[in-house]
Structures are given as C-alpha cells and as structure tokens.
C-alpha cells in the first residue's frame, strides 16, 4: 500500500479528471490519478472541441420527445437505440421520460446555465496558470437553417437562450458565407454564438494538462479499480492487480464507467453511455474558421486538430457492443450538404462513450453515503465544456472551501 495518508485519489484521466488533478495540484494537495488505459482515447480523445455554452438544454424536453418516434424509425437518424440493448435501458429511459415535466424541466435549463454561465470565468485562468491561452480559438459557432421553417422549429432553443442571457446574433445568408465561404447557399439563416469557441486539439489539451500535472508533482497509476476500503470515512482504492492505494478522499470522474464504480460503493446512478461517432479528416479541400451545427441534420463540424471533424447523433447500445461506422458515414454525407466541396478524404473514423445521465446535469458534489468520496461524472456532451469549472467546484469541496454556486442540483442521490 502506498503509504501517503493524504493522497487525493483521482480516479479516470479524461479531461474531466485530469482537470481535477491538476488543479487539486495546484492547491497543494497530494494527487495520484489513476487511469485503466493511459492512451487517454476515450470521449475527450473524440469529442468535437467544443466550450459549448449554449448547449446545456436537457434532451427530456417535450420538443425533443415530439421527434422521437421520427428518429427512432429512421435508420440514419440522429437517435439510435440498439433493440438488444432496449431492456437494460428501459429504467434509464423511464427517468428520461420523469426528467420532461415541464416544471423539472424548467429546473434543469436553469442548473445547466448556472455551470455554463461561469465556464469562462473557470476555463480562462485555468488555461493562464497552465500556459494554454493559445489553445481556445477567438472564432465561435454557427447554427445553421435551411429556411424559416427549420429556424422556427429551433426557436425554442433560442428564447431558452435569451432568457438566461447568453449571446447570439442571426444573420442571413451573405452574411452568413462572408464568415464562411464553403457554406452552402442553401442555407436561408444561421444564428451566430460567439462564446461556443473551440480547442485546437482536445487531445493535445489532455496531454499537455497531464504534463503540467506531472511536473507539479502530481503522480499517475496505471490500473483498473476493482474495490474500495473504507470504514467511517474512505481509506484505499483497490486495483485489479492487487495494489492498494491509500487514500482518505476519493473523486470518480471515470465517465461513462462511473456507474460501475459507484455500484462498487453501494450508491447506484443510472449512468448511461451516449455512444458518438467522429470522422476526422485531414486533407478536406476546404478551410473553416468557425463551427457549425445544422439542428435539423443533427450533425456538426469542427476545425480541429489540424484537420476538419465531423461528429453527433446518439447510439443507445451500452458499453461493450461493436461500434457501427454507418453512423459516422453518415454524418458526413450530412456534411458535405453544407459544406459541397468537403472532401473526405485521409480520414479516421473514431466512437466514444459520453457518460449520459437521464435529465442531462451532471453530477457534481459528495457521496450520499461514504464520507471522503467525491462525483463529478454525467457531463454528458459537455465534459469539455464543464471541466473547468468542475475542477474549480471539486477543488473547493476537497480543500474545504465553499464553491461559489449551490450544488444542490447536482446532488448523486437527486434520482
């Protein structure tokens, strides 16, 4: 057993975790992150380098729940639920449907804009302090709208917007490919979010923070986690291996396999894996500066990591099952719509597993039953977006400082 009676045991080493770390790190605390595979290719390898403000509206809200027997019939719609995997999801799905009340869902709009209201104030000197400014673009994103229609039909989006104050500006056609000259002109309208910047490589943030962790004198240990000791409080973590890892505070932020881990402590989360696919090309034939999404095609495109990446829609098939590459296909067609001389070619296809909770807020805060144990996981499409201020929020809670919002909504045991 290690023997540093101190450590912060931080376990899962995706953005969200090693955001903890480094700043836990930061603070002077003792720090071991421990990770099953370090090659850090999870969902923070794949996402769509996104600080996604805008986006924070549950899934369970009643204009989603409209479309969803259009998408679940149609084979290349941007929701995808395996038929094998159906009975293990009926639970989840069952929360999900408890989630779009619309009085819960008015709570849940305002507990995902409280977070993304404060992303910046978070994600800026957290980027300072590792000497990472250079890695958030300037450039934000843009909604795009085949014609009036589709933009009524994201209205909804739009006023949540307004209501909480956060930027936009619609604009309209010439205007809209003087910011980007490869859109189409079948495109009526789009609406501009300055504040959805992006990463230039949100694996190369990952590794560079991780670096700064080490160089701090923060350690990492490879292993899977397989139990825990604790009495009054938590003691050690367990590794397959048969290591222990001597630690009186623990925070799992292992992503979509949290809920495996939180099982093992007897506190059960209904955490599901929101498979999304990637394509990542590298010689696109066209240059971008800012991001796009079409609502209406569910798809959206990045320019990141040194090439253009295209990404979205939701696969329901649990954490085990072969990746299907149909859906990543695709959503390049879709793109190619907007964007008529992308090309794709030296191309990577890419699936990931984004940890979705059933009305959309991650978890963020204590355990409920185990003194010394910390959540932060279910951050769902936004793990970048929120693992500033993630960190800031578990690194106040670890060091016995009073976060700056009310965690209450956030809660472990709010299911």
């Not at 969200?16 to 605390?29: H, K, S």
């Not at 923060?218 to 048969?242: C, M, N, P, S, W």
């Amino acid at each position: 057993m290690s023997n540093n009676e101190d450590t912060v045991a931080v376990v899962g080493a995706g953005i969200i975790g090693t955001t903890i770390a480094y700043e836990l790190r930061r603070r002077a605390r003792e720090v071991v992150l421990i990770e099953r595979e370090l090659d850090g290719k999870g969902a923070s390898y794949g996402n769509m380098a996104s600080i996604a403000v805008t986006e924070f509206m549950p899934a369970s809200r009643p204009a989603v729940w409209a479309q969803m027997p259009k998408w679940l019939l149609d084979p290349e719609g941007p929701v995808r639920i395996r038929p094998s995997y159906m009975p293990k999801l009926t639970p989840w799905f069952l929360r999900f449907l408890e989630a779009s009340r619309p009085s819960r869902v008015k709570e849940l709009e305002a507990a995902g804009a409280v977070l993304c209201s404060r992303v910046y104030e978070d994600l800026m000197p957290l980027l300072k302090a590792a000497e990472l400014t250079h890695m958030l673009t300037k450039e934000g994103c843009l909604s795009l709208y085949a014609d009036e229609a589709e933009f009524r039909a994201d209205r909804e989006h739009i006023e949540i917007l307004e209501r909480f104050g956060f930027r936009h500006q619609v604009l309209g056609g010439n205007a809209i490919r003087d910011l980007e000259p490869a859109l189409t002109s079948k495109i009526a309208k789009a609406v501009l979010f300055p504040d959805n910047r992006s990463i230039v490589d949100p694996y190369r943030l990952l590794l560079k923070l991780r670096e700064k962790f080490l160089a701090l004198g923060g350690r990492i240990e490879q292993g899977a986690v397989a139990g825990f000791e604790h009495g009054d409080r938590t003691k050690a973590v367990r590794l397959a291996d048969g290591r222990s890892i001597a630690a009186p505070e623990i925070i799992l932020c292992a992503g979509a396999y949290t809920g495996k881990l939180a099982r093992l402590l007897g506190e059960p989360i209904p955490l599901e894996t929101e498979r999304g696919y990637h394509t990542q090309i590298m010689a696109p034939g066209i240059t971008m500066r800012h991001s796009v999404i079409w609502p209406a095609r569910a798809f959206m495109v990045t320019p990141t990591a040194g090439g253009i990446r295209v990404g979205g829609t939701v696969e329901m098939a649990g954490l085990d099952a072969a990746p299907d590459y149909r859906r990543a296909k695709v959503l390049v067609k879709r793109a190619q719509e907007a964007l008529p001389d992308l090309r794709a070619e030296k191309a990577a296809e890419w699936m990931g597993h984004r940890p979705a909770l059933p009305d959309t807020v991650p978890i963020i805060g204590p355990s409920a039953k185990h003194r010394g144990v910390y959540y932060a996981t279910g951050h769902g499409h936004l793990g970048l977006t929120y693992a500033a201020t993630t960190a800031r929020l578990i690194g106040d809670l670890a060091t016995g400082q009073t976060p700056p919002i009310d965690l209450h909504p956030y809660r472990v045991d709010r299911f």
